[in-house]
């Protein structure tokens, strides 16, 4: 997350640029074909290396309104209103910001989180099946998508956790999975990128996670060492990096933000495409193939942006994880209080 | 004897071509560079690698006689190995309340030890772990991640970075000092421990590592640590690391909070009906 001060600085940046009503929109799924030459590491790979984030598509939804059919990108009028949403957001934090007092919801103020910079063009983070939806499920697809469902739902006031097994791996601050972690979420989307001689390393800040791909054609591992980020392997197509993961855990993470969606099954191969296509901007991809889940594969693009004063920080999540207390103690607190009453009766 | 001899001409050509490559550069601190290790374009050590401490500092930094584990259950599996401390002169110079501190600790480690409960492990202590670590150096900046809960900092070499908060990992601002990367570790919130029998400092601690190859296999690693809160002098720690040769080594992943949250939280599980 960036530095709040620097983050009411760029809110200040922000409705200036927004309010010159030149929408700016984020950098386009497929790059036309450009001048620009990537920069080469000393040691002579492509050099993607930097602090990235995906702000600007956190509020891009994964699958496509049905209504918008194959259209892949929002008009210039749709531009326009994203442009007027986000200055109108960005007003509204810097009040917040400046008086406090002025705030009226119970959330968490405005400037705490993160917003896009500039509004993204996509109608969906999905590109191809081209409707921008997930292809169709299979039968443990489907039962996987009920289950998660299920749950979703079952954190009610009507019906309090039994145990912190009923939270996801994210609120239990275990891991968001190998896709989680980098499609955009509310807060806290950078990815720092280090490369070494035979190495690229993924830090990302949220969950403090770290993914390190070998890029010198090792075979995976074995068949029985599985995890949730999986194993990783790299290699240059030109000036792009692909990442091929496998040996996932089954059933855990999915493919959603920080991780929620249908959890995915261990047969799951992740194809993952960095592309530097300007100074600042890493087109990504990402391709899913998990037949046991999905009856084909299917393909999530966006840009990931450096930005000015954006740093990561050190995501503390589990030793900080007072929620999980208190949720947990409150619920137990709540049925004792009711058993009491019961008896009073 | 064609082995032999075969072996003497390419310490011959090695005698000749040693001296012309670009790493007969004495360090500031006067330690030879170790011939032979890997170099960056730049010339730099290449520390990239997997790399473990062996040895029980992990238990106790100090000096240490075998014992009996906490858990009887877990017989010879659950002891506790002796071995030698790594502490220069293995004395701590602990100010007297913070001696009686670190025997409450010890006391009470079965609570309040950070490892227990999987939090991250801080500097040094994720340094000599009884789990691997990974370097992965940029031609300016330098990653290490920690196999134990995925832990990991960036060593900022190329700019430099202030604390802006406290935190379990602190901030790393790194130099060279010849052949020796030199990291300043500052921002610690000072929660961590340096090993299980509750030897510790506070979040004014500052923390002055050392990096350098003894060998292409083999890292000289020194920590020196001052906290005018909690010690009556500056002290060191030196241990060695090695480098992991298994073909294809790589870290597994340890995400170790799932292993601990019936021990935090199992209390306060709903309770069946009995």
Redesign the interface.
Known sequence: MSHRLLACILVLVALAAVSAAQVRPSAPAAPAAKTWTPPKTAWGDPDLQGTYTSDDFMDTPIERPVALGERLYLTQDELAREAAQLAKEAEADLREAVAPDARVSTGPPGHWGERARRPPRQTSLIVDPPNGRMPPLTNEGQKRLNATEARQTALTPQRPPASWEDYDLYIRCITRGAAGSILPSSYDNGTQIVQAPGYVTLLHEKVHEARIIPLDKRPHVGQNVRSYLGDSRGHFEGNTLVVETTNFLDNKTGIGRNGNGIPGSDALRLVERFTRIDPNTIQYEMTIDDPKIYTKPWKISFPITQESGYELFEYTCHEGNFAMFNSLSGARAEEKAAAERAKQK | MRSRFRDSIITMAAAVLIPVLPLAVSSAAGQAPAPGVPR???GKP?F?GIWQSLGTAYWDIQDHSPQAGPFYQLGAIGAIPGGQGIVDGNEIPYQPWAAEKKKENFASRLTLD?EI????PGVPRATYMPFPF?I??????V?I?YEYR???R?INVAKQ?EP??D???GISNGHWEGNTLVVEVTGLNG?SWFDRVGNFASENVRIVERYTFADPDHLDYEATIEDKTVFTRPWKISVPLYRRKER?A????F?C??FT?EL??GH???QTNK
């Open positions: 960056l374009p730049d290449n990239t950070p409960k999987c939090y991250l990974q992965i150096q940029s031609g300016t900046d990653v991640v995925t832990a990991n960036v970075r802006a908060v935190t379990w990992m929660q294809n790589q870290l597994t992943e995400k909070v799932e949250e935090i939280y306060l599980r709903k």
